[in-house]
């Protein structure tokens, strides 16, 4: 029972606490998106990675 109790108590910590967190938001429309964008390119993704990539332009308007 002792064994028990000690691994609840150590367990315990991670069964309150939630360390994954997340970001949720609803992407705008395409016109609303177009009609306020200083920029718009179309290019070329040369390299991909998780949290961003590397673009070559092709046209810039």
Known sequence: ???ILKILICLLPLLLTNPLKA???EDPEWD???GE???I???EVTKEG???AKLKPI???
């Open 32 to 34: 609303e998106m177009i």
């Open 50 to 52: 998780a949290f961003g």
């Open 37 to 39: 964008s200083d920029l």
């Open 41 to 43: 390119t179309i290019a």
């Open 59 to 61: 046209t810039v308007r």
């Open 1 to 3: 029972m002792n064994s």
């Open 23 to 25: 970001d949720q938001w």
